[in-house]
């Protein structure tokens, strides 16, 4: 949501519309990227975590739906101008040439960053859920908080472990 949007915010609900609607939109763009970040990767480990992710982000927007049921709205998406960037820069890591753990970094790198993003829009759509008595939508965002934190713990782990050491020595 820009500064100088036309959206109009004279509720909490609408706020929660609004950032549900973003959420949708930034997802709905990770599936397209994930593909390309699975394609790039060289590490089988990180392959296998894109790929996982991918998987479970089909999940998120599933879920995103049963909440827009739940409102009685029509899924609809609101342009993710955060996520459209920070695929951007995915895309970056993605056309990179050199050495291939040096880029297995920079995807996780940039893999991470959409991960933190994702991570406090559920955590904000949650705490707005909760707020507005919505229980059920609040327990299936923090079902996808969740597994978001955790795909980024994973990246973590792979970076450590094995990704960051090799690029090292590169």
């Not at 894109?50 to 739906?65: D, P, V, Y």
């Not at 995915?90 to 050495?99: E, K, L, P, T, V």
């Not at 040096?102 to 955590?123: F, K, P, T």
């Amino acid at each position: 949501m820009g500064l100088l949007s036309s959206t109009r915010l004279d509720k909490l609900e609408d706020l929660f519309l609004h950032e549900l609607e973003d959420l949708y939109d930034a997802e709905t763009r990770l599936t397209k990227a994930l593909p390309l970040m699975m394609g790039a990767a060289t590490n089988p480990r990180l392959k296998m975590a894109f790929e996982q992710h991918l998987r479970e982000t089909e999940g998120h927007i599933t879920r995103l739906e049963r909440i827009f049921e739940m409102i009685n709205r029509k899924p609809e998406r609101e342009t993710c101008a955060a996520m459209k960037g920070l695929i951007s820069e995915a895309d970056d890591a993605i056309s990179a040439r050199g050495n291939d753990d040096v880029r297995d970094a920079a995807l996780i790198a940039s893999a991470q960053r959409v991960e933190h993003y994702e991570m406090a829009g559920y955590g904000t759509l949650r705490t707005f859920a909760k707020t507005l008595g919505m229980h059920e939508a609040a327990t299936l965002l923090q079902q996808t908080l969740d597994e978001e934190e955790a795909t980024d713990k994973k990246l973590t782990e792979i970076a450590v472990s094995i990704v960051n050491p090799r690029a090292e020595m590169a």
